[in-house]
């Protein structure tokens, strides 16, 4: 059974930072290509990082260029998200998102999201 739990989400001035974790229990994990999205409310889900299998190239959507950086430890089956200078559109509920594609198939799994709120 593949889970993904999201830890580290909270309440947080603007202009303050948080560290989002999300621990995989997937054998496989350094295979999958890992991602973090943000559904605010009345909204989409959207795309805030990408990190590839082996850690060697991300991709971010606007909103977080400059402030976010994602990182993975493999040997952990961790994927991380560190946000800084945090704005109010910032806010919603963040999702972390594993994603392989082989021969075999397509397999994503989901996590069940963490709250962030920015807000003073």
């Known amino acids: 059974q593949v889970q993904l739990v999201e830890s580290g989400g909270g309440l947080v001035q603007p202009g303050g930072s948080l560290r989002l974790s999300c621990a995989a229990s997937i054998a496989t994990f350094s295979s999958y290509a890992m991602s973090w999205y943000r559904q605010a409310p009345g909204k989409a889900r959207e795309l805030v990082e990408r990190i590839s299998s082996a850690g060697g190239s991300t991709n971010y959507a606007e909103s977080g260029k400059g402030r976010f950086t994602i990182s993975r430890d493999n040997a952990n089956h961790t994927v991380y998200l560190q946000m800084n200078n945090l704005k109010s559109e910032d806010t919603g509920v963040y999702y972390c998102?594993?994603?392989?594609?082989?021969?075999?198939?397509?397999?994503?799994?989901w996590g069940q999201g963490t709250q962030v709120t920015v807000s003073s």
């Open positions: 998102n594993a994603l392989k594609t082989a021969w075999a198939g397509r397999f994503e799994y």
